[in-house]
């Protein structure tokens, strides 16, 4: 195999790949679960897992011993036969940290709420708490290619699917992954019922037991109206639906592509001049409903931007420590979980492209635009005593230090603001 890459993406063996990656909680299973559970991940379409290399045979092959030490503090020793050993400290206090004295093995601060992996049971090598990384704030320019789309759009066919036409015929209902190979999440079922009297079946209810998420029905070409899942899981469709004297055509569109579908399905189409530049590309897909996207017949992604999360439970400030929640540090209220969508740089032509929409409930396209997307300000956190490095993209150079605090700052990236004690000279040390 030879694996090299570009400023794009990785070449293995001539061709770019994008590598979707895993991880394996390894604690959690024996040594005998890991091959099954490698090889599910690998069905499931990982090209690579995440795995353990410092402390590896310890911690796979090692016997576990724990001790309390006292205000909320555990060690976690592994010690192999040959008497190597590999510990954590964890402090589920999640308000005070702890100084902890292992005597021989060396003194250690463990913040609140936080694990320390130790070497050989006497080397901090890594805390929780203390992770010191960068954030950059992006910013999207448009270009050169932010001119208004000209947009051309068919509706999606469906006539032979009306009068009860498909390609293959069955007594029974067929699970929709194995006859479409996963590869559409839409299948459509038609069926007939022959009626004698009407003047019982006149009103009456359709009823669908289905695992998809969403279901559609159409009788005699007439739309019933769609229903769908609220979380995924399995539900039964019943709407209620006029028969007529004879032979009725009742036709079902079943689709696994997340939640709530309807409208009108309508294909849009619009050439593009690929944005000049390295800086990434994305593109802008306000005001569409639910759908697909693809550039150059490559796909980027499923799109939801009309769903809009909750307006509650934001804040300015997120603190890590205590029991999970679902609302711990939540973001973007108000807002569609996404907007913006990747288009690698590898997808584009120089001259002309292709932006393919598959819209489901409606929205305009009037507003997609392309943007490049460049680093606007980077933040970062330090723990004391520790050293970090920043840097920008694309060989640009940190032009200004706008905010410097070695105290309890508070607030986020972009608008940092001072806390109720920090050294004085934070800035021009800086």
Same mark, same amino acid.
């Given at each position: ?34 091959? %099954? ?7 499931? +379409? ?27 503090? @555990? ?57 010191? $990384? ?50 559409? %999440? ?7 019922? %022959?009626?004698?009297?009407? $003047? ?55 689709? @696994? ?57 934001? $804040?300015?400030?997120? %603190? ?73 993209? +694309? ?36």
């Amino acid at each position: 195999m030879e694996v090299t890459y570009d400023a794009s993406a990785l070449i293995i063996n001539g061709e770019r790949r994008l590598i979707f990656s895993g991880a394996v909680h390894y604690p959690r299973s024996t040594v005998e679960m890991w091959p %099954d559970i490698i090889q599910k991940a690998k069905d499931g +379409g990982l090209d690579a897992i995440e795995t353990i290399k410092l402390g590896e045979k310890i911690l796979t092959n090692g016997t576990r011993t724990d001790k309390d030490l006292g205000n909320s503090v @555990t060690l976690t020793t592994y010690t192999n036969v040959a008497g190597a050993r590999f510990c954590f400290l964890s402090n589920v206090d999640s308000s005070n940290g702890a100084n902890v004295d292992l005597q021989n093995d060396g003194k250690y601060f463990v913040p609140a709420w936080s694990v320390t992996v130790l070497d050989g049971c006497n080397k901090e090598v890594f805390n929780t708490a203390k992770v010191n $990384s960068q954030t950059s704030v992006m910013v999207k320019k448009s270009g050169d290619a932010s001119a208004k789309l000209t947009w051309a759009w068919t509706m999606e066919k469906k006539k032979d699917t009306m009068l009860g036409k498909g390609s293959l015929k069955a007594h029974e209902l067929l699970e929709q992954k194995e006859i479409t190979f996963d590869a559409s %999440d839409y299948l459509w079922y038609m069926t007939s019922v %022959d009626i004698n009297d009407t $003047s019982i079946w006149s009103n009456a209810t359709l009823r669908v037991n289905t695992m998809g998420h969403t279901l559609h029905a159409y009788v005699n070409r007439r739309y019933a109206g769609y229903q769908f899942s609220q979380w995924g899981n399995s539900f039964t469709y019943e709407k209620q639906v006029s028969l007529k004297k004879g032979t009725n055509i009742i036709t079902l569109l079943n689709a @696994t592509v997340g939640l709530a579908n309807y409208g009108i399905r309508t294909w849009y189409k619009a050439d593009i001049k690929a944005p000049s530049g390295t800086n990434p590309v994305v593109v802008d897909l306000q005001g569409l409903g639910k759908g697909h996207a693809w550039v150059n017949g490559h796909s980027i992604g499923r799109y939801w931007p009309s769903w809009i999360t909750s307006t509650n439970g934001c $804040s300015d400030t997120c %603190d890590y420590r205590g029991k999970y929640v679902k609302e711990k540090c939540n973001t973007n209220c108000g807002n569609p979980s996404q907007r913006w969508y990747h288009v690698p740089r590898s997808f584009l032509n120089n001259d002309k492209n292709t932006l393919v929409l598959f819209e489901e409930i409606g929205g305009n396209p009037q507003n997609v635009s392309f943007q490049t997307v460049t680093t606007g300000t980077i933040c970062a956190n330090v723990y004391e005593g520790a050293q970090l490095e920043l840097s920008c993209q +694309g060989g640009k150079v940190i032009s200004q230090i706008q905010f410097s605090s070695f105290g309890n700052p508070q607030g986020q990236c972009g608008s940092f603001k001072k806390g109720s004690w920090e050294a004085t000279d934070s800035q021009s040390v800086v």
